[in-house]
């Protein structure tokens, strides 16, 4: 019972009697590799980019672990993983921190249910979150974007490079995400309706449809687009050939020497167009498919609305009688 006091030795003697009835005996022998087996072959039917983060973390487990895959579950004590994590914590964000812990919960977890072991250790360990920290997103200038899409068109080596240029333009000039960009089809646009045209997008977040009018400097770029095509297109074609640029974007900031703008950041170019052109905050939030007049766009996109943008703030400072 590991101590000298006859009361706490017959206190852990009937939690341990007590015990056996939640451990099924067979199970208790199972190992560290097992259990890693069990939970890939459990989790195999979630999400393709869940099974992607789990086999990830997986192979980081796999290299830093110190102590042997051959270890009986029921043997790995918190002390274990918390040197797991002390080895990889270094190199990861709060957030991804946070998702390897999460990792060891609905590891353990599992083995709990089995009853393999009584209680998980992911309770015990030194450090199971970290609160998120917040992502500084660059937004591209005027000049930037129009070089990053010029960039991207002039590589004639790569027979992709007309399909990537013309998804980061469209994510510029319309402020959409690359999962609604790459779910939209011909269908979805409407150049002639009312005075601007409209375009239909689904919230890939929550499945909701909301509609976005066509600005003015989107329309050529469609109609160029939509005539691009040797015949035309069928109604339920995809308006895009991939589903994202992003491998296309970073080659171009690293030739152009810029910060590293991610499709998000393409996105955002769009929005603070708009808020620096005076559109009311509602409507920009709306055309994003929010429905709260604005507050998470505050939220999400600070870095938009003038707070890192010198040009901007000067040219608003001037405006001070």
């Given at each position: 019972?590991?101590?000298d006091?006859?009361?706490?030795?017959?206190r852990?003697?009937?939690e341990?009697?007590?015990?056996?009835?939640?451990?099924?005996?067979?199970s208790?022998?199972?190992?560290?590799a097992q259990?890693?087996?069990?939970?890939?072959?459990?989790r195999?039917?979630?999400?393709?980019?869940?099974?992607?983060?789990?086999?990830?973390?997986?192979k980081?487990?796999?290299?830093?672990?110190?102590?042997?895959?051959?270890?009986?579950?029921?043997?790995?004590?918190?002390?274990?993983?918390d040197q797991?994590?002390?080895?990889v914590?270094?190199d990861?964000m709060?957030?991804?921190?946070?998702r390897?812990?999460?990792?060891?919960?609905?590891?353990?977890?599992?083995?709990?249910r089995?009853?393999i072991i009584v209680?998980s250790?992911?309770?015990?360990?030194r450090?199971?979150?970290?609160?998120p920290?917040?992502?500084?997103?660059?937004?591209?200038?005027?000049?930037?974007?129009?070089?990053?899409?010029?960039?991207v068109?002039s590589?004639?080596?790569?027979?992709k490079?007309?399909?990537s240029?013309?998804f980061?333009?469209?994510?510029?000039?319309?402020?959409l995400?690359q999962?609604e960009?790459?779910?939209?089809?011909?269908k979805h646009?409407?150049?002639n309706?009312g005075?601007y045209?409209?375009?239909?997008?689904?919230?890939?977040?929550t499945?909701?449809?909301f509609?976005?009018?066509?600005?003015?400097?989107?329309?050529p770029?469609?109609?160029?687009?939509?005539?691009?095509?040797?015949?035309?297109p069928?109604?339920?074609?995809?308006?895009?050939?991939?589903?994202?640029?992003?491998?296309?974007?970073?080659n171009a900031?690293?030739?152009?020497?810029?910060p590293h703008?991610?499709?998000?950041s393409?996105r955002?170019?769009?929005?603070?167009?708009?808020?620096?052109?005076?559109?009311?905050?509602?409507?920009?939030?709306?055309w994003?498919?929010?429905?709260?007049?604005?507050?998470?766009?505050m939220?999400?996109?600070?870095?938009v609305?003038?707070a890192?943008?010198g040009e901007?703030?000067n040219?608003?400072?001037a405006?001070i009688?």
């Open positions: 019972m590991q101590t006091d006859r009361k706490i030795a017959e852990k003697l009937a341990w009697i007590k015990s056996l009835d939640k451990i099924d005996t067979e208790a022998k199972t190992t560290l259990l890693l087996e069990k939970f890939v072959s459990v195999s039917g979630m999400r393709p980019s869940t099974v992607k983060t789990d086999a990830s973390i997986i980081s487990f796999k290299a830093h672990w110190k102590h042997g895959l051959d270890i009986r579950v029921s043997a790995i004590k918190p002390s274990m993983i797991w994590l002390a080895v914590e270094p990861l709060n957030s991804s921190y946070n390897f812990t999460q990792f060891i919960k609905q590891l353990f977890d599992m083995a709990v089995d009853r209680e250790p992911h309770a015990s360990l450090n199971t979150w970290k609160k920290q917040k992502p500084i997103r660059l937004v591209p200038t005027d000049e930037q974007f129009n070089a990053i899409v010029a960039d068109r590589q004639h080596l790569n027979a490079v007309r399909d240029a013309d980061i333009e469209f994510l510029g000039l319309a402020g995400g999962a960009a790459s779910w939209m089809r011909w646009i409407d150049l309706k005075q045209g409209e375009m239909a997008v689904r919230r890939m977040k499945g909701e449809l509609y976005v009018p066509i600005y003015p400097h989107l329309k770029f469609l109609k160029r687009l939509y005539d691009s095509h040797p015949k035309q069928d109604s339920n074609d995809k308006v895009f050939k991939i589903r994202d640029a992003r491998k296309a974007l970073e900031c690293k030739r152009l020497k810029l703008f991610t499709q998000r393409i955002a170019y769009l929005i603070r167009r708009l808020w620096q052109s005076r559109v009311d905050l509602k409507l920009i939030a709306k994003q498919g929010h429905q709260d007049g604005g507050k998470l766009l939220n999400t996109y600070t870095e609305f003038g890192n943008d901007y703030v040219s608003e400072l405006k009688k």
